[in-house]
Structure formats: C-alpha cells, structure tokens
C-alpha cells in the first residue's frame, strides 16, 4: 500500500470520504474523529477502497493482498461498522457507508468499551452542535434532502387516512422491511457523554434500521438486534408518547433508517431552529390547522414543537361587563418552518388543531440511487457516482445511475450531462429524447386517426 505518515492516512481517508456526494469538511476535529474510529492502518485500507459498493475480489486487488487475508480486514472493518455488507446473486459485496446516516452514528449505536465513548461523543458535539460546516453541507448543500419527516399517524382523522400514501406512513415502512435493527439513538448518547443530556429525557433505544443496514449491523459488532415488525411498532408507539418526530431516508422505497429525534438533541432539529426558516429535512405533506372556536390558548402546542414554529400572541377580546378589555393568547403557527409532524395536534387537550393536506405536494426521490443522483447534480459532483478513484465503476452501479438520470426531468439532464461531459451519456440522453418524441407522435397519431 506504499508508505503514509500518520497525518496523510488520515487525510487520504478525509478525501476519500469526501467523493461521497455527502461529506465531512476538514477540520482538526474531524482528524480527531477519524483517529478514534480507525486505526492508522485501518484509514490506510479504507482510503483506497471504492466509494461503490465492491467484492471481495476487488478489495484484495486493490489491496494488492490475497481474497483471504483481504476478507480478514473487511469482516473487522464490519465489525466496526466502518463497512456494510449485503449479498447480490449470491456474491458478497460491501460498502463505505456515508458519514450520516452512517459511521458516524454507527459508532454510538450501542455501548461499547473498545473506544473512549464519551472523548468521541464531545469531539462530535464540537464538530456538529459548534461547528457550522458539517451541518450546513449535510443539510443544506443540495436542494433535495437527505432526510424527511413521517407524519404521526395517530393524528389523522379517518377521511385524512385515505389520503395518506404508503411511502408517507412509519407504519408501511415497518411493515414492507425484510429486516429491522434497533440500536440507541446517537444524537441522545452523544449529547449525553458531551455534558448536555436530553432536556425531555426521551427513550434511547428507539433507532430503527432497516434491511441489509440491519442485518449487516445486527450480525457485526451488534450494533443493533434484530427485532421483530410488533416490537417495531410499539417503537413508533413509544416515541408518540414522548413527542418526538419521525426522520428517515428520504425516499420512497426501502429507507435505510428511520430516527426518533427530540428538538434538544437531533442535530437536524437544532438546524431547524438554528437556521430558520431554512429546512434541513423535507417536510411531510401535511399541515396543522387551527380551530379557534374550541382552542383554549393553553399554550402546550408551542412547548411541544420541536423546532419552535408556534408562537403565542396577545389577542384581544370584547370588553367585559365591567368595561375592560378582556385578552387571551392564541397560537400561531409559522407554515414556512412547519415540519408538518403532528406532535402539537397530538399534545392538543381540546382537539383544537387538525392536519391537512399542503397546498403543494412535496416529491420525494424513488430510491436511494435517484436520490444519490439528484444530489450529486446538485452539489456539481456526479461524476464521482460514475467513477472512482482507483477504478472504473462496475456495469451494474453504471447502469443504475444512467437509468436514473434518463428518468429526470429534462434540465436535470442537461445539468447532469454538463457536470459528466460524456459522449456516451449525451448519446443514452439523445437516443432517449428521440425515443419520447417517437412515442408522443406516435399518441398524436393516434388522437388524430380516433378523431377522424
């Protein structure tokens, strides 16, 4: 692997981490970090590999090892959940996971005693609750989010319900997962060991991960346990009762994650607050409303909100008998913040506050790859979904990714075959256009011929 100081295994690591479309910007704190997750010759091994997912066979040539002792490394860097593994056709295969939601949190996903837990929990809290740079890029870099919230359900009336889409509900998602991993919830165990403890004392052990996340977790280093999709459900039920809100990956199929975050400790819900009216997450497609005939201004509606978006203000009222004029507060809500969560119409003693459906339906990427590929045009880095430092990327991560950008609205083409620069994509987005205009002439003709 040819010789590095300490320093530049570190740095190649940073910079390898940085051709995921989601990175971590340099800083002295982030150096730290790595050195508590990765031995030097750890940040060695994982500076070389792939950011696409890879075999076996791959690593060790990359390594310039045999597949045996290269499967050695890769099952302790599982261990450490510094990688995740999946089989495809009966091939293993492994993968870099992003820095969130990924290693980072990963490594504070259960108890453990082979690292200085509370050391790495303030090196984080400096890094994310001090530090600007890492939030503002995790969540602000690219218009399409890496996370969005899922609607309590439970707030829903009956006519509501039959609106609501599968991909929308934190139910469907437990119900359609192969696997689901519980481990504790890293925001809480990281603001715990940084000296700032969760100020609602809400449930640690309510971070669920789903399929190959989950078993990988699960069957390495027991970063989570598998459970079943019952337990899963009284999670969701536990963490309604202590308010807190439901972020997962924002797509539509097959989430990796869905968190349980409180407005104290989850950094996105603190970048809620902290750079209003900027939203980190996409938001569901709901919003509150409120009835001001039954509302009493009791105020728990803007406790409870975890990201601050309701005020009480002063409203006056007729004069009494005695002449003098009567006031009362009322809730107003700030629509351009609202995560549209729930939590306040939950908390409601009155029912005086209802959900309905946004004026604009918020669209969420299909999957993790469509995802991926938004953001990477976004944020001008799509060749590094593409290819790779050290190889070119397999047919199959080529195919998934060319296939996503054919499926995109025609700008995002065209931004995305700037960034590439490829003949070879102009020719698949050529072809493609051709194909459309083909078919849309083909419907003309048939409109006309049924006219006639």
Same mark, same amino acid.
């Given at each position: 692997m040819g010789h590095l100081s300490s320093r530049d295994a570190y740095k190649s690591l940073e910079e390898r981490i940085n051709w995921f479309t989601q990175g971590a910007p340099e800083s002295e704190t982030l150096y730290k970090i790595l050195q508590v997750l990765y031995t030097e010759r750890e940040a060695k091994w994982v500076s070389l590999l792939p950011v696409r997912p890879f075999t076996l066979k791959r690593a060790a040539r990359v390594w310039g090892t045999t597949e045996a002792k290269a499967e050695k490394v890769l099952d302790h860097l599982c261990e450490k959940a510094l990688l995740v593994d999946s089989e495809y056709h009966g091939v293993r295969q492994f993968v870099m996971p992003p820095p969130m939601a990924g290693f980072i949190e990963f490594a504070l996903m259960r108890t453990r005693g082979d690292i200085d837990q509370k050391y790495l929990g303030e090196l984080y809290y400096q890094y994310m609750n001090v530090e600007e740079d890492f939030v503002k890029d995790l969540f602000f870099a690219t218009e399409t989010r890496l996370g969005r919230v899922y609607v309590q359900e439970p707030v829903l009336s009956n006519d509501k319900m039959n609106h609501i889409l599968d991909y929308?509900?934190?139910?469907?998602?437990? /119900?359609d997962a192969e696997y689901i991993g519980l481990g504790l919830c890293y925001c809480r165990h990281k603001a715990y060991h940084a000296g700032h403890p969760c100020e609602i004392d809400a449930p640690w052990d309510v971070c669920l991960t789903f399929d190959n996340v989950a078993r990988s977790l699960a069957e390495h280093g027991e970063y989570a346990r598998l459970i079943s999709k019952e337990e899963a459900m009284d999670v969701l039920e536990r963490s309604y009762e202590?308010?807190?809100?439901?972020?997962?990956?924002? +797509?539509r199929e097959h989430p990796a994650f869905i968190c349980n975050c409180c407005g104290c400790c989850c950094e996105a819900l603190q970048a809620a607050r902290r750079f209003s009216p900027m939203q980190p997450v996409a938001t569901t497609n709901y919003l509150? /409303?409120?009835?001001?005939?039954?509302?009493?201004?009791?105020?728990?509606?803007?406790?409870? $909100?975890?990201?601050?978006?309701?005020?009480?203000?002063?409203?006056?009222?007729? /004069?009494?008998?005695?002449?003098?004029?009567?006031?009362?507060?009322?809730? +107003?809500?700030?629509?351009?913040? $609202?995560?549209?969560?729930?939590? $306040?119409?939950?908390? $409601?003693?009155?029912?005086?506050?209802?959900? /309905?459906?946004?004026?604009v339906q918020i669209i969420t990427p299909v999957n993790s790859t469509h995802r991926f590929v938004l953001q990477a045009i976004e944020k001008g880095t799509l060749q590094n979904l593409i290819f790779d430092n050290q190889a070119f990327a397999n047919h199959r991560a080529m195919a998934a990714v060319f296939g996503t950008i054919l499926r995109l609205p025609p700008l995002k083409q065209a931004l995305a075959s700037k960034q590439f620069k490829s003949v070879y994509l102009d020719r698949l987005l050529s072809v493609w256009q051709k194909k459309k205009d083909r078919e849309m002439d083909e419907r003309k003709a048939q409109r006309s011929g049924q006219n006639v």
């Open positions: 929308e509900r934190a139910t469907h998602i437990v /119900e202590s308010n807190l809100v439901q972020i997962g990956e924002n +797509v509150p /409303e409120i009835s001001f005939e039954t509302c009493i201004g009791c105020g728990k509606c803007a406790k409870v $909100c975890p990201i601050l978006a309701i005020a009480m203000e002063e409203e006056k009222q007729d /004069e009494t008998a005695a002449g003098a004029k009567k006031q009362r507060k009322r809730p +107003v809500i700030d629509t351009e913040i $609202c995560l549209g969560c729930g939590v $306040c119409a939950r908390n $409601c003693p009155t029912k005086a506050i209802h959900l /309905e459906r946004r004026p």
